[in-house]
């Protein structure tokens, strides 16, 4: 388990830290948008949101709170969500066609895979020309993640997992009533969206944060404001299915991991974080208490001070040496 006895002592709860405004750029083939908290000089490090959720969803002060830690903290908006580029293509997932893909193991259909959505991330690091990068995921951001890890090695100082999974099909799934929640016929007016947002991070969360709640509706203005793409989430839905499971390949990770997850996660079961950490060579395992699926802003200090502590400590490998370990 992650020893939490050396903590970094807690940041101010007013900081203030160089900040980039939001950006377009072209990297494997679609635009993505990406904005920049920190020092040009510190030690990047990149954030993957996850399905459906756009950059903002990594709070502002949540990033503001990593760079004053001394990183370069780069978010984005995966493709197809945001004011990332959006794709075409995907029939929609309903419960009926779930359930089959669930008991009946049939082979999914995808416009692009989580292997495409690495290689974005790895084209914008090449755009701000980064070499590499401590890489944080959170939920399919996470997959994301660890595909990057798996795929490119050299480009990674240090993974850190949160909330997410192996894709291994034997772990427990969400339960039907998760499911049903999250398929909801999208809303169609603003006021239904910020309830349904709110809905959505209560049941998310699991009990009553109420800092949290205070903010969600501001949360839900800023989100509709950068537009939403429903069918783009089916799109990332179904990258998820397509790429199978990752947990054999993740033996190969040699990148130092930590994994963070929820106790009480009610969308990816706790047994999802423990498999990703026995899954990965010498990977730390952080089980946070009373955490849902969600980030709630009481839990931040704790959150964030794992993290900078992991990239912190991590050692960068040149890619030979990699290469190497990967070999013997």
């Known amino acids: 388990m992650f020893d939490m006895s050396q903590r970094p002592a807690k940041i101010p709860e007013t900081m203030s830290v160089p900040y980039q405004p939001p950006r377009l750029v ?84 995808a416009p692009y895979k989580l292997s495409d959505m690495a290689t974005d991330v790895i084209g914008l690091l090449d755009v701000l020309r980064i070499k590499s990068a401590h890489v944080v995921g959170a939920s399919m951001g996470g997959m994301i993640a660890q595909e990057i890890a798996i795929t490119f090695p050299e480009r990674v100082r240090s993974l850190t997992s949160i909330m997410s999974t192996t894709g291994n099909p034997r772990l427990p799934q969400p339960s039907r009533g998760v499911a049903a929640l999250l398929l909801q016929p999208q809303p169609t007016t603003y006021d239904e ?55 054999e390949r993740l033996a190969a990770v040699t990148a130092p991991t930590l994994v963070i997850h929820g106790k009480v996660d009610p969308l990816v079961h706790p047994a999802a974080g423990r498999d990703t950490a026995a899954s990965i060579p010498g990977a730390k395992l952080l089980m946070v208490d009373g955490m849902g699926h969600a980030l709630p802003i009481s839990m931040w200090t704790r959150v964030i001070d794992a993290v900078a502590m992991h990239a912190s400590g991590a050692t960068i490998e040149q890619p030979a040496a990699v290469k190497n370990r990967r070999m013997g």
């Open 193 to 247: 969206f910020v309830a349904r947002f709110k809905q959505t991070w209560l049941f998310l969360r699991v009990g009553r944060f109420p800092e949290d709640e205070a903010r969600d509706a501001d949360r839900a203005e800023r989100t509709y404001a950068r537009g939403l793409n429903p069918a783009g989430v089916g799109r990332q839905l179904r990258a998820i299915l397509a790429s199978g499971s990752r947990k």
């Open 26 to 109: 072209r990297a494997n083939g679609v635009e993505l948008c990406y904005d920049i908290f920190g020092a040009d000089d510190a030690e990047p490090m990149v954030m993957i949101m996850g399905l459906g959720a756009q950059m903002i969803h990594w709070d502002d002060d949540f990033c503001k709170a990593l760079a004053a830690h001394g990183f370069r903290v780069i978010r984005f908006d995966n493709r197809d969500i945001g004011l990332s580029t959006r794709m075409s293509g995907g029939k929609p997932l309903n419960l009926f066609e779930l359930a089959k893909l669930r008991y009946l193991g049939t082979p999914v259909a």
